[in-house]
């Protein structure tokens, strides 16, 4: 069954899920975990809309293909079509905020990279990307003060905090919008903070983001 979005106050969104723009190292310390150079410009790709499920259901892994890893994000949900837009006009057209995980294939990932190969394989799997409820937006947050958590089995993994990202919410958006239209619909995820791990079997979830969403979810056996 496709997604669809829809808000904490259970109205559906009134368009279906189209693409989910992604970037890559919008956080220092998570680019340094793994190894990577700290971008100058956001590293964007996308996940297709048969890549989302329901965060709050039971998170099925193909573990037939390796390590499955965590990496909990911002998650907004566009409302208005956005093309080569200004960061305040872009940061305008966001309908809810949300959390989702960017769940990647670390193992296939590694593979594809060490040969200098594509790698959505890793990113846009089937199930990749569980997706909560959207917070309506009556008016534009304070983007530095955003806050969000993810534990593992009682135990904190990882914490966010909008004032570290690396390129602001609206900077991202209007780049994204630069390099492909934005629709309503869209989804964008706005990079992890470190502490990505794998993502064990059976595992209990709680993720939090500041203005009162939370979500309790469990990795399926």
């Not at 959390?99 to 190969?117: E, F, S, Y």
């Not at 619909?185 to 791990?197: E, N, Y």
């Not at 595992?203 to 500041?210: G, I, V, Y």
């Amino acid at each position: 069954m496709r997604f669809v979005p829809r808000f904490t106050d259970g109205r559906s969104f009134p368009e279906p899920l189209g693409k989910i723009v992604c970037v890559g190292r919008n956080y220092a310390e998570h680019a340094r975990e793994l190894n990577n150079p700290v971008p100058s410009e956001p590293l964007l790709f996308i996940k297709p809309a048969t890549s989302a499920v329901d965060l709050a259901s039971p998170i099925q892994l193909p573990l037939a293909r390796g390590e499955v890893h965590f990496e909990t994000e911002l998650a907004l949900l566009i409302g208005e079509p956005l093309s080569a837009a200004a960061p305040d006009q872009a940061e305008h057209a966001i309908a809810g905020i949300g959390l989702a995980l960017d769940l990647t294939l670390r193992d296939v990932q590694a593979r594809l990279k060490d040969k200098g190969q594509p790698w959505e394989v890793a990113k846009a799997f089937d199930g990749a990307c569980p997706i909560s409820a959207f917070l309506p937006l009556a008016e534009t947050p304070n983007w530095s003060a955003l806050e969000f958590t993810l534990e593992v089995n009682g135990e904190r993994r990882q914490h966010g905090l909008g004032a570290d990202m690396l390129f602001s919410v609206p900077t991202l958006l209007a780049e994204m919008s630069r390099h492909f239209t934005l629709l309503p619909g869209d989804v964008v995820l706005t990079g992890t903070p470190a502490g990505v791990g794998e993502l064990p079997r059976g595992a209990a979830l709680r993720l939090q983001l500041t203005g009162g969403l939370t979500v309790e979810t469990r990795v399926a056996e």
